[in-house]
């Protein structure tokens, strides 16, 4: 295949982000070699840019951090730090790109940039939305993620870097209802009053 077809087919996507597999339904690549020789020499040629193993970036686009975060390592969402930093609620936001996610615990790193993925339980796996062209907690659980994992001892948290104005208070509790941990829930009390 010519390398302008190839660039037609992934223009036409319209995608920013590719895994392998998305290559090879796109490119109709039936034989692994094949496809991976047709992914090293667009990597060449700069028409994809590797990211992480079997993720590639498409050389016109300009995604942002938490696009890629939510490629990276799926299913997950722009959580913690992150998030709260992304609403004004976190008065430094972090370097790092912070998500939630069911699976286990992963750090990428990938474009001089680092994705730090946390484990949360199933159960607590809700409260986001597609924002733009990411997926990121509310908020209100974007905090409670953090007070959760500050409750355990695993994150620091301290409540004078955050300007909690933006926080809608029934939400919050809502939230922290749902969750239904009573190690947060006094941990939440004694921060927020």
Known sequence: MKKTDIIFLLEETEKKLFTTGDLKKILKIGKENTLYKTIGGLIKENILTPLHKGKYLYRN???????????????????????????NILIQAPYKIFSATPLRNKIIESDNK??????????????YNREKSFIIASPEKALT???Y?????LKALDIKNLDLAGINRKEFYLILKKMSNKL?????KKLIK
């Open 184 to 188: 947060l829930e006094n941990f939440a």
């Open 149 to 153: 994992l500050a409750s355990k001892g």
């Open 61 to 87: 686009s300009r995604p942002n951090d938490f696009e890629i975060a939510n490629f990276l390592y799926s299913p997950s969402y722009i959580s913690f730090e992150s998030a709260l930093g992304y609403y």
């Open 145 to 147: 993620d953090l007070m």
């Open 114 to 127: 680092e994705y730090a993925y946390t484990h949360i339980s199933p159960k607590f796996y809700f409260g």
